[in-house]
C-alpha cells in the first residue's frame, strides 16, 4: 500500500492558509475613521415577549446581514468591536440577548428550550427590514453557535459559522459536572442566581464541587408523578418505550410546553443547564446535551431540516468536539445535496474557550488564539464573501491542524480516507505493542476509589480553574488507580490522524463503575502530553440499548470512544495510553454502587490483555505505520 503524507493547507487554500495563521483579533481591526450607526430596538416574538436587539447599520444602503444570538451580553466585550468590523465591511450586525438574559423580557432564564422559536422568529423580522439585502448569515460560538443551528431551520438563512457548537447527536454516557454546577447559578436572570460572575463562582465554589458529583442513580427510574399526570399514557410503556415516546412528545412542543415539562420533570422553578443534563434521567442515556436547542425525533430530519451551509469551527481540544465530528458525518450523509456540498469543517488546535495545543507555542499566532469570535472576524468575512459570490468551492472541505508539526493540513472528507486503522495491543510490563497476544497472561488490576477519583488536570475541558488542553499528565500515571501502556521509542515520525478507540477487556468488583482512557505524547524529557480522551459508564455500554449492569468478575470488552485527534508524534517519542476509572470534576464519578442506596464502594478494576481477551488501541494512521527501535516494519 503506498504511504500518504498529510496535505498542506498552503499548497491548496494560500489565502485561508493566510487568515488561519495570522489573522489578527476584533479591537485590531477596528477603523476608527469609519463610524457605525447602532441602535438598540426591541424585537416581539410570537408570545409577545419583547427581546433587546442592536443592530450595526453600515453606512451604505441595503446591506448583506450577520446575527448572533447570546445570553452572554449583546454589546460583550469580546463580540462588541467584532460586529463593529463586520458593519465597517459592509454588512449589517444585529445581536440579541436571549430570553431571559441581559435586558431581555422576562425575568427568568429557561436554558436552552425557547432558542428554536425566537431564533426562527429573529430571521423573521430581520427579513422585513429595509436595511436587508437578502443575505443572512450568523455567527458565534457555543451558546450562540446553537442558536444559529436554530437559525438555519429557516429558508431565509444564507449560511451559518458556529463555533464549538453543534447539534447533539453524539452519545455521552458519563454526565457534565464542573462547568456545569457553577455556570448554572450565575448566567441570566432569575431570583435563584447569584450575581457573581461564573469565573469568581467557579473559584469560590470549587471546594463545593469537589466534595460532590456522585452518580448512584437507579438503573431505571419510574417516571415522576408530574409527568404521569401530565401524560398518562406512560403508564402503558415500559420505561424506554416511555422515554423515546416522551422525546417525540417534547420535540414537537413549542418553548414554553417544553420549558414546562422540563420544571415538571427536574421539580425546578427554571431550566438550567444542569437540569438539561439531569434530562437523561427520562429522556434516556442517548439524548445529548445539545439536542435541546433544536429538538428532533429523528436525526436523519432534524438534518435535513437545516437549510443553509455550515463553516463548523471546533477544535482538538474543545468538549464537543465527538458531537462536532458526529454532526459533521451526519450532515455529509442526510443533508440536502445542496446543503452538504457547501459545508466546509475546520479543527483548530484550541480548546473550547482557550487554546488548547501548546507545544512550542511562543511566538506562533495559531497556538496562542481561541477561534472565537473575537479571533476570526477575518475568517467569518472571508467565509460570507465567498458565500454571497459562490467561491467557497474552492475551500479544501476539511482544514485541521497538525499538533507536534504545528502545520495546517487537508482532507477531502473526515477521517482522510487515506488513513489506514493500525491496533496497538496492550501488552505485559505496561508495553503497548504492533504485536497481538499470544498466550494467557494474568490480568492488570487498580483499584478505584470514588471519595479519592482520579483527577482532571486539563484536556477538552471548560474551566476558569483547570488549565484546559494539552497538559503534562506524568504525575497523574504515577498514581496506583492508574495504569499505563507505553510503546517502545519511535525510530521516525509518525501521524495519528483521525478516530481513536479502545477496545477493553474489562472485569470489575462492582455492579456498575466508570473506565477511562487518555492517550498522550511521551517526550524524550519523560513529559506525558495529554492529546485525547474518552470515558464510559459501564451501564450504558450497549449505547443504543438497554442498560444493563455488570455482573461482578465477569469479564466484558468495552469500546471506548476517544474522539479523534491530529498528531505527528516525533521520532525519539513514545506513544502512551492510560486507563484509570474517573476524570473528575470534569465529569460525575461513579459511587460503583449500580444505584443502591449507601456510600460509595471501592471496586477493584482487572484488565485482560491475553490471547482470549486482546485490549487494543486503534488509531488511525496516515502514512507509515509505526515503526520502533528493535520492533520489524506492519506487514
Not at 503524507?5 to 487554500?13: E, G, M, Q, S, V
Not at 463580540?79 to 465591511?89: E, F, K, Y
Request: charged residues 20%.
Amino acid at each position: 500500500m503506498a504511504d500518504f503524507l498529510p496535505k498542506l493547507l498552503r499548497d491548496a487554500a494560500p489565502e485561508l492558509e493566510r487568515i488561519l495563521t495570522a489573522m489578527s483579533g476584533a479591537r485590531n481591526l477596528l477603523k476608527k475613521s469609519a463610524p457605525i450607526h447602532r441602535e438598540t430596538v426591541w424585537v416581539a416574538m410570537r408570545d409577545g415577549v419583547r427581546l433587546a436587539t442592536d443592530v450595526y447599520l453600515p453606512t451604505n444602503g441595503p446591506a448583506p446581514t450577520i446575527a448572533v444570538r447570546t445570553p452572554y451580553g449583546r454589546a460583550h466585550e469580546k463580540l462588541g468591536p467584532a460586529l463593529q468590523v463586520l458593519a465597517q465591511h459592509g454588512y449589517a450586525a444585529v445581536s440579541q440577548d436571549c430570553r431571559g438574559t441581559g435586558d431581555s423580557e422576562p425575568d427568568t432564564w429557561d436554558y436552552y428550550v425557547f432558542e428554536r422559536d425566537d431564533s426562527f422568529d429573529l430571521v423573521e423580522w430581520i427579513a422585513s427590514q429595509a436595511w436587508f439585502d437578502g443575505f443572512l448569515g450568523g455567527c458565534g460560538g457555543s451558546y450562540m453557535a446553537q442558536t444559529q443551528w436554530c437559525m438555519a431551520a429557516h429558508p431565509r438563512m444564507g449560511a451559518i459559522a458556529p463555533e464549538v457548537g453543534s447539534l447533539g447527536v453524539a452519545v455521552n454516557t458519563t454526565r457534565l459536572y464542573m462547568f456545569l454546577n457553577a455556570y448554572s447559578r450565575s448566567v441570566g436572570k432569575g431570583s435563584e442566581k447569584v450575581q457573581v460572575a461564573h469565573d469568581e463562582l467557579e473559584r469560590a465554589m470549587l471546594q463545593e464541587t469537589l466534595s460532590g458529583g456522585y452518580f448512584n442513580e437507579p438503573l431505571t427510574e419510574s417516571f415522576s408523578p408530574s409527568l404521569i399526570k401530565r401524560y398518562p399514557q406512560l403508564q402503558s410503556l415500559s420505561v424506554r418505550e416511555g422515554q423515546r415516546w416522551l422525546w417525540k412528545q417534547y420535540s414537537s412542543l413549542s418553548g414554553a410546553g417544553r420549558a414546562a415539562l422540563i420544571r415538571d420533570a427536574v421539580q425546578e422553578p427554571a431550566v438550567t443547564a444542569a437540569g438539561i443534563e439531569q434530562a437523561q434521567r427520562f429522556f434516556g442515556h442517548e439524548i445529548s446535551h445539545d439536542a435541546h436547542t433544536l429538538p428532533c425525533a429523528s436525526q436523519s430530519e432534524l438534518c435535513r431540516s437545516i437549510r443553509s451551509p455550515a463553516l463548523m469551527i471546533t477544535g482538538w481540544y474543545d468538549w464537543g468536539l465527538n458531537d462536532a465530528l458526529a454532526t459533521w458525518e451526519l450532515l455529509m450523509r442526510e443533508a440536502d445535496e445542496t446543503v452538504a456540498s457547501r459545508c466546509r469543517l475546520v479543527i483548530a488546535p484550541s480548546a473550547h474557550s482557550s487554546p488548547g495545543y501548546h507545544e512550542q507555542a511562543q511566538g506562533r499566532l495559531e497556538l496562542e488564539r481561541t477561534y472565537r469570535i473575537q479571533d476570526i472576524v477575518e475568517l467569518l468575512l472571508f467565509w460570507y464573501d465567498g458565500q454571497r459570490k459562490n467561491t467557497t468551492d474552492t475551500w479544501p472541505k476539511v482544514t485541521y491542524y497538525l499538533m507536534g508539526e504545528n502545520q495546517w493540513c487537508t482532507a477531502s472528507a473526515w477521517p482522510p480516507p487515506e488513513a489506514r486503522v493500525v491496533s496497538l495491543y496492550l501488552s505485559a510490563g505496561g508495553t503497548l505493542s504492533l504485536t497481538r497476544p499470544s498466550q494467557a497472561s494474568p490480568p492488570d488490576s487498580y483499584t478505584y476509589l470514588p471519595d479519592d477519583p482520579t483527577p482532571t488536570v486539563g484536556g477538552s475541558i471548560v474551566s476558569n480553574v483547570y488549565h484546559a488542553g494539552s497538559v503534562d499528565v506524568s504525575d497523574v500515571q504515577r498514581r496506583p488507580d492508574v495504569l499505563t501502556y507505553t510503546t517502545d521509542i519511535l525510530s521516525r515520525d509518525l501521524d495519528v490522524i483521525g478516530s481513536l478507540k479502545l477496545i477493553l477487556h474489562v472485569s470489575s468488583t462492582a455492579p456498575d463503575t466508570d473506565f477511562s482512557a487518555r492517550l498522550s505524547d511521551v517526550f524524550p524529557d519523560g513529559r506525558a502530553v495529554q492529546m485525547q480522551s474518552g470515558i464510559i459508564r459501564a451501564r450504558y455500554r450497549n449505547l443504543s440499548g438497554e442498560p444493563e449492569l455488570l455482573v461482578p468478575g465477569q469479564v466484558y470488552a468495552l469500546s471506548i470512544d476517544m474522539w479523534a485527534t491530529a498528531v505527528r508524534f516525533k521520532a525519539g517519542h513514545r506513544v502512551r495510553v492510560d486507563i484509570c476509572s474517573a476524570d473528575f470534576p470534569r465529569f460525575d464519578r461513579n459511587a460503583n454502587r449500580g444505584g443502591e442506596p449507601g456510600a460509595p464502594v471501592a471496586a477493584i478494576q482487572s484488565i485482560y490483555r491475553d490471547l482470549q481477551h486482546p485490549s487494543h488501541l486503534l488509531v488511525s494512521v496516515l502514512g507509515s505505520p509505526p515503526l520502533f527501535k528493535d520492533q520489524g516494519r506492519l506487514s
